[in-house]
């Protein structure tokens, strides 16, 4: 449907370059056609289709959480139609777990980021299985669901790290780039830095527990949607990567393609 309607918009596009006088004749629909277009209109907002390959995605990611502001940015994010992918740290979905649930709801993805954030790549297998599972088995407690995608913590990954998601069929999910919310916590700077790295496709680290990165949310949606950007889950910009359990995206720096 979305690549339907995609293909005629390109088409309607070129058409607009090559020959203004016809394009506008067409542009002008009959009411009966009128009627069905804006029926298509409304499926496609219903269904919400959006195919990151031809349009300006970006997923959010929010670290460490839920933090103590994930309701107030639960809020934003409903309010403007976003989507985020949260990297949940095990402790904290144990004692906030009704946001762990509202993200489930509200269309959301989770991610596992640990169950006490240690090193991975100063732990030893048994240390950072025990990490991934009390974490898993939290968040199945608190929203019924298990995470199918590893943020190690710090971003710190390894071929240990790498066999032990494979165990666990998860690929090792980084960032593309960050917000430097932890080190800035000013919400203008925050705003720049994000408006500066965003790109199509790109994995943007941030954090729920920085309350500068939550109040600044509404202004920098705004923005990132009248630059063009769909606010999308990490799976949504991943799906051409065909990523295994146990691969890393991006690739860490050093690492082989
Ligand atoms: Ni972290």
């Not at 500068?212 to 990132?224: E, R, S, Y």
């Amino acid at each position: 449907m979305s690549r339907q309607l995609s293909s005629l918009l390109a088409i309607a596009a070129v058409c607009v370059t090559l020959a203004p006088a016809p394009a506008i004749a067409e542009a002008t629909p009959a009411p009966a056609q009128g009627a069905k277009s804006t029926a298509a209109k409304k499926t496609a907002k219903a269904k919400k289709p959006v195919n990151c390959s031809q349009v300006k995605c970006l997923a959010l990611t929010f670290d460490d959480g839920p933090g103590k502001y994930a309701g107030k940015l639960l809020d934003t994010l409903k309010k403007y139609d976003a989507k985020a992918t949260f990297f949940l740290e095990g402790q904290y979905v144990k004692a906030r777990p009704q946001f762990v649930k509202r993200m489930v709801a509200e269309g959301h993805e989770l991610g596992n980021h640990s169950y006490s954030h240690p090193d991975f790549t100063k732990s030893d297998g048994a240390k950072i299985r025990d990490e991934i599972k009390k974490t898993q088995d939290a968040v199945k407690k608190a929203a019924g669901v298990e995470p199918k995608l590893l943020r190690p913590p710090y971003g710190l990954t390894d071929l240990q790290v790498s066999d032990i998601a494979t165990e666990f069929g998860m690929p090792i999910i980084l960032w593309t780039a960050g917000s430097k919310d932890w080190s800035s916590k000013n919400v203008k700077a925050i705003q720049k830095q994000t408006l500066a790295v965003a790109e199509q496709n790109g994995i943007i680290l941030m954090h729920d527990w920085v309350k500068q990165t939550v109040d600044g949310m509404p202004a920098l949606i705004k923005t990132l949607k009248n630059k063009g950007y769909h606010l999308v889950t990490v799976s949504e910009v991943i799906k051409d990567q065909k990523l295994e359990p146990g691969d890393a995206f991006p690739l860490p720096e050093g690492w082989e393609q």
